[in-house]
């Protein structure tokens, strides 16, 4: 089983106290503020789990439960902060907890099919991906499809990644990470010239480079035939990120067979 890279996954912390509990004439008034202030703790539990201080997110988190034992949102971050320890079993339980609260919770939904793919279960996770990405409530189904195909080509299944690619793409045509997977898609099977347009589509909409779309540059130009364009993401590689990874690659891929970058 492939490794995933959590750089790639996205995982909606920010978005975990977005789900209020909803409140209505009939409720009394100390309930309704008991539940603001479960809201409120985890959303201080989710910050101090965004700082690295898991000891005060987690009296956070546990304080809002004892607010309110039917808050999903805080089922959720404890299922977020459990992983982050490396304790999966209580991961799970929570997220599936999160579930049964709030079963159509997107939010919930995608983090707790992260959780599966990370933990080496790429195609039960394709379920709850889907399911999120097509509520109508979540704010970035394009994510939502574009985990599914990173955890898709885990399995491996080549053909419903791009499947899951091309439908962030159609939410989104500019949603960088899935200009990314289908460049490297595209470069694996050979189609240079789409492999390229989905470089220079991700370079025009995302301001950030990053190394390995710069190291596919590098290779796609030399697949081409174009020496100067492959010269020219070689040079971006080393002096934007010259200690990484993928420089260490091409510097390698130079030393084995000539010096295509300099």
Request: proline share 6%; charged share 20%; aromatic share 8%.
């Amino acid at each position: 089983m492939k490794t995933v890279n959590a750089r790639v996954i996205v995982i909606s912390v920010a978005v975990l106290v977005l789900g209020a509990c909803v409140s209505t004439s009939s409720t009394p008034q100390n309930q309704i503020s008991m539940n603001q202030a479960s809201q409120d703790n985890v959303a201080l539990g989710v910050a101090y789990l965004q700082q690295g201080r898991r000891d005060l997110a987690m009296q956070k988190l546990q304080l809002a439960l004892q607010q309110n034992p039917d808050n999903a949102n805080a089922y959720s971050a404890l299922g977020l902060l459990y992983s982050n320890i490396g304790d999966n079993k209580r991961a799970d339980e929570n997220y599936r907890e999160a579930l049964d609260k709030a079963p159509t919770d997107p939010q919930i939904q995608n983090n707790y099919a992260v959780f599966l793919c990370r933990q080496g279960k790429p195609k039960q996770s394709e379920k709850y991906f889907v399911e999120a990405a097509q509520n109508p409530m979540y704010p970035t189904p394009e994510a939502a499809y574009a985990n599914a195909g990173v955890c898709a080509n885990l399995i491996p299944d080549e053909a419903a990644a791009e499947q899951f690619f091309n439908k962030s793409l159609a939410i989104n045509p500019n949603y960088p990470q899935s200009l990314y997977e289908m460049a490297r898609l595209s470069y694996q099977h050979k189609r240079y010239q789409d492999a390229l347009t989905y470089i220079r589509r991700f370079e025009s909409a995302s301001p950030t480079p990053r190394p390995e779309v710069l190291l596919l540059g590098v290779r796609t130009e030399n697949a081409l035939g174009d020496r100067r364009g492959a010269e020219g993401y070689a040079k971006k590689l080393r002096i934007l990120f010259p200690n990484s990874p993928q420089t260490q690659q091409l510097d390698q891929s130079d030393n084995n067979a000539g010096n295509p970058g300099n």
